[in-house]
């Protein structure tokens, strides 16, 4: 069996830190260098539950998209939840590991995995100076209402689902795609020339904004949901590395829906004379929406 040291080696030549945002805090954030890892968890966000499925699973190290402690912090004490998770972990010599900014700009990265979800075909960045985001042909037209639901079929469902602007009887050809909070690339997008985009954590004065100055189709997915399919893409990496290397690691894909967002409401159940229904909750990745 691998030592952590070794596996972040690899997992560091993948995403190289460097590459990261210097706001990021990517990087280990606890375990032991010399430790032997055989099981290795993969997951969205940093949280209590996916530190509990590494413990059932019995995984050694916990690679997560998300940082733990993105902001920095004084204190690890249990009696908040991120440090009640760093107790956790270390307590059941679980190490962590975080790739975020620099697994946005790898190649592969964050958004081809997207793209791959999606069964677009990427053609290039969306901004080449950082390799952000990713500029995708359509095998064949299809409406935005059309490519709205291909989304809501192919990525993880969740609360918010899939939300659109624009004209759903548009027809698109080429998309850009982004994945994770994507509305401050509006302007890289229009210069790309591209019929839609579909990111995440769009807010309304960049939506109004920008379908104001072009008639381009919105595609607003749910955070995580844009991100999880790098999990599957990253975890698909360290198999190859460790069939490389001979490690026989045990790589897994959590299937944990950690999205906060935990139902929705029709809005046509709130008028009035309808018939009241049950909030939508989320499934687990890979159900239809």
């Not at 985001?133 to 935005?144: A, S, V």
Request: charge should be negative; aromatic fraction near 4%; proline fraction near 8%.
């Amino acid at each position: 069996m691998p030592r952590l040291s070794e596996v972040i080696a690899e997992l560091d030549a993948l995403w190289p830190p460097k590459r990261a945002e210097q706001w990021d805090a990517v990087g280990t954030v606890c375990g032991d260098p010399d430790a032997e890892v055989s099981r290795v968890l993969f997951a969205v966000d940093p949280v209590q539950e996916i530190a509990a499925e590494a413990i059932a699973l019995g995984a050694d190290l916990i690679v997560t998209h998300h940082p733990l402690y993105l902001r920095g912090t004084t204190t690890v004490a249990a009696s908040h939840f991120k440090g009640r998770v760093v107790h956790t972990l270390i307590k059941h010599d679980i190490a962590l590991h975080v790739a975020h900014t620099n697994a946005d700009t790898a190649d592969p990265g964050v958004s081809d995995a997207l793209a791959g979800a999606l069964d677009l075909r990427v053609t290039g960045p969306l901004v080449p100076e950082s390799n952000l985001g990713r500029i995708c042909e359509l095998d064949h037209p299809e409406t935005l209402a059309e490519f709205a639901a291909r989304a809501a079929k192919r990525l993880p469902a969740t609360a918010q689902g899939i939300r659109l602007a624009g004209d759903p009887d548009m027809e698109l050809r080429r998309v850009a795609v982004s994945g994770g909070s994507g509305d401050s690339l509006f302007d890289a997008v229009r210069a790309a020339g591209v019929d839609a985009f579909l990111t995440a954590d769009l807010r309304h004065h960049p939506v109004s904004e920008a379908t104001q100055h072009s008639p381009l189709g919105l595609v607003d997915a749910a955070h995580w949901a844009t991100e999880w399919p790098w999990c599957e893409q990253a975890a698909a990496q360290l198999d190859t590395i460790s069939d490389r290397h001979g490690w026989d690691l045990r790589v897994h894909v959590s299937q944990t829906v950690t999205d906060p967002w935990s139902a929705h409401v029709d809005p046509a159940a709130a008028l009035p004379g309808s018939a009241p229904s049950a909030p939508s909750a989320p499934t687990s990745p890979g159900a239809p929406n």
